[in-house]
């Protein structure tokens, strides 16, 4: 059994996870369709987990009690190794802890465990973010899944769409500069669907910052479906690599990057959940293959 990655398996499809970063990295069919991005060449990631920050901070920057901690964007999880706490037919289970080297950039005590479960041929992938500490845990955290984009060769992207649980008639937000601008945008998406194409993202992610829906459809007219909900998260971002690029993110997110003016104590930053001292924190989302 190797340390670095382990596959579950559910009802006709497995999914592989890596000790690093607790990314998945597969997402497959019994016949051999897979619906995550490879890290190719266009971006050299999978399925990142964002913690314990979600965008960046202004100058990539921490402030808390007088002093400063480097913080590189989206934090520093997806770069870590979890450890293995179960691995099974069906489900696995990671840890990560504070540690001398992560309280150079984050001096709070936590504990985050991330568990992936196949149910017939749904992926629900949890978090679990505990408080060890004396002191307010001050946190975001957010799932970066890439899929494929078209998920069947052959299939145009603009026949691609997303389908929304509800109507979304509220503003987008959008960043500059990685930091999110002051005043919300028109959006995009008509009622509750989003025609996508790759110009979409000339200006970098689309940000629901108060998304009506818990759940998404991702569709061509042909071909599988996958749909992504989730519980406990209270904003969505979408984004493909500006330019254009095979792949497109679905992201559940608790938190979002500093806005352009923000460079205060971190735990005065908009977005951040606040977990008491001996309190933890559940979120989840989960991935349908339709």
């Known amino acids: 059994m190797s340390e670095d990655q382990h596959t579950i398996h559910g009802d006709g499809v497995t999914a592989t996870v890596l000790a690093h970063g607790a990314e998945l990295c597969s997402l497959k069919t019994a016949a051999g369709l897979e619906f995550v991005w490879g890290a190719g060449p266009a971006w050299k990631r999978h399925a990142p987990l964002l913690f314990p920050i979600v965008g960046k901070l202004k100058n990539d920057t921490l402030h808390h009690r007088g002093k400063s901690y480097p913080m590189t964007q989206h934090g520093f999880a997806r770069d870590s190794r979890f450890e293995w706490l179960d691995r ?7 840890v990560l802890t504070d540690n001398a080297e992560s309280r150079t950039r984050y001096p709070f005590a936590f504990r985050l465990t991330v568990t992936y479960t196949l149910d017939g041929a749904d992926l629900d992938v949890s978090f679990d973010i505990a408080n060890p500490g004396r002191e307010l845990l001050p946190a975001s955290i957010g799932g970066h899944p890439a899929f494929n984009w078209p998920l069947l060769p052959g299939v145009s992207k603009e026949s691609y769409r997303l389908s929304f ?3 979304e008639p509220a503003p987008i937000r959008r960043l500059k500069d990685g930091l999110l601008r002051p005043q919300p945008e028109p959006s995009p998406i008509r009622g509750g669907e989003l025609a996508l194409s790759e110009t979409l993202f000339d200006d970098d992610a ?3 910052d108060k998304p009506a829906s818990t759940s998404v459809r991702y569709a061509a007219t042909e071909g ?9 998260f209270r904003e ?3 984004w ?3 330019g254009g690029a095979p792949f497109l993110c679905i992201e559940p997110w608790r938190g979002f990057a500093s806005p352009q003016g923000f460079d205060g104590e971190f735990a005065g930053k908009p977005g951040l959940m606040h977990i008491k001292p001996g309190e933890t924190e ?3 989302y989960r991935i349908s293959v339709r």
């Open 206 to 208: 689309i940000i629901l």
């Open 88 to 94: 099974g037919r069906s489900t696995c289970r990671l």
């Open 282 to 284: 559940r979120l989840s």
């Open 224 to 232: 599988p479906s996958l749909e992504i909900s989730w519980n406990a």
């Open 236 to 238: 969505l971002g979408i």
């Open 240 to 242: 493909s690599k500006p």
């Open 165 to 167: 649980s509800r109507n």
